[in-house]
């Protein structure tokens, strides 16, 4: 138990559904990321949110939309999906400030039909 | 942020050491070496960082080179439970956030 909780674990919808990912923390933490891992890809920074700031996001197609209502809470909306989007979406959180430590989610495991 | 340069994959006996090298040739003196693994289908987990000198938590050791051009990591006693994905990451000590880049790691396999 890594304090950082994400729900779904697992998500299956079709390419004109829209879904959200829902991570949650609880650990006092101030920055919160989304990543993206595909089958044997190694992990891809997708957005940075500091105070509820955005502050990075690396070029992900508008069919992804991040929302940060709050420090302890961070959701992925998803709409329009493709195929290949299809990999496991993992949260992290830290303390904003230099070599502070990411802690991360489970991750939801999803698949676009 | 530096590249780094892992082997692909070690294995490594049950209850002996397991070492895992990682190559930062390009690394800045402001930038830290950062350990994490990823056991199959979690998210990664933080094992260990360091600047110049060389560190120890509870779960390991990391060894770097007195030129920081390269570093190990020491699991004392292996388990079977350390199978997993290693990744060897450098970063600047900046203050906009933990924004850690992933390459591809190491798999490490424990065998009993």
């Known amino acids: 138990e890594t304090g950082v909780t994400q729900t779904p674990r697992h998500l299956v919808m079709g390419m004109t559904n829209k879904k959200s990912l829902k991570c949650e923390q609880h650990?006092?933490?101030?920055?919160m990321y989304w990543y993206k891992q595909s089958a044997k890809k190694p992990l891809e920074l997708m957005f940075v949110?500091?105070?509820?700031?955005?502050?990075e996001n690396n070029s992900v197609p508008s069919r992804f939309s991040p929302e940060c209502p709050n420090s302890s809470h961070l959701f992925l909306h998803l709409h329009t999906l493709q195929p290949e989007d299809s990999a496991l979406y993992l949260c992290?959180?830290?303390?904003?400030?230099?070599?502070?430590?990411?802690?991360f989610g489970s991750g939801t495991q999803l698949s676009v039909l | 942020d530096a590249k780094t340069t892992q082997p692909p994959s070690m294995d490594c006996a049950e209850g002996r050491a397991a070492n895992l090298p990682c190559n930062h040739s390009t690394i800045s003196g402001n930038e830290y070496v950062y350990w994490y693994r990823q056991i199959h289908s979690q998210g990664p987990q933080y094992i260990i960082h360091g600047l110049k000198n060389n560190e120890t938590n509870e779960m390991a050791s990391l060894i770097i080179t007195e030129d920081r051009k390269s570093s190990t990591l020491i699991l004392p006693h292996a388990t079977l439970r350390d199978t997993a994905v290693y990744y060897c990451?450098?970063?600047?000590?900046?203050?906009?956030?933990?924004?850690?880049?992933f390459g591809e790691g190491t798999q490490l396999t424990v065998n009993p």
């Open positions: 949110y500091n105070f509820k700031e955005q502050t």
């Open positions: 990451i450098v970063r600047v000590t900046e203050t906009s956030g933990s924004r850690l880049t």
């Open positions: 650990l006092g933490h101030n920055a």
């Open positions: 992290a959180s830290s303390l904003w400030g230099p070599s502070e430590k990411l802690f």
